[in-house]
């Protein structure tokens, strides 16, 4: 058996990736506050501030700039797409609120496994240098925008 490394991740996507990693703390705070009993309300407002402050700019980066380094027909930039369009419907979603804070939890992680071990993975192999380099120039680092005026997961 073949011990494969992981693929190391190119430069020009690692500020996507430390993106991923607020979006998967943004899973676990959904996940801390249902299992503390935290009113709904709270979760829902504090979740729908994370898609529209982080999310949303997000998903539009990696649809504009990232997938569409694949063909238009290609199975995994479809897949990101539906998924980016599932979890849109589910923040806007206000019924059956545990239910959907559970899902968006689970859903939003699962995305973003999704893009780190397969999704991203494949963009690296198929891209080209300069393409990799515009994404960089494009997209930089920037200071994670925090909201701790409802930190109902401590």
Not at 37 to 48: F, P, Q, S, V
Not at 79 to 85: D, G, N, S, T
Request: aromatic share 10%.
């Amino acid at each position: 058996m073949t011990n494969k490394k992981p693929l190391k991740r190119h430069k020009a996507l690692q500020p996507l990736s430390r993106e991923h990693h607020q979006g998967l703390l943004l899973s676990w705070k959904i996940r801390t506050g249902l299992k503390k009993g935290i009113e709904l309300e709270r979760i829902k407002t504090y979740a729908n501030w994370f898609d529209k402050a982080h999310l949303a700019p997000h998903f539009n980066m990696e649809e504009v700039y990232i997938f569409s380094i694949l063909n238009e027909d290609h199975t995994l930039r479809q897949q990101a797409i539906e998924e980016h369009k599932r979890l849109g419907a589910l923040f806007a979603d206000h019924s059956n609120l545990e239910d959907n804070l559970t899902d968006i939890a689970d859903t939003l992680e699962q995305h973003i496994r999704f893009e780190e071990r397969i999704l991203f993975p494949e963009i690296q192999k198929i891209a080209t240098e300069t393409q990799m380099k515009y994404i960089e120039e494009i997209h930089y680092e920037t200071d994670f925008e925090y909201n701790l005026t409802d930190e109902f997961w401590k």
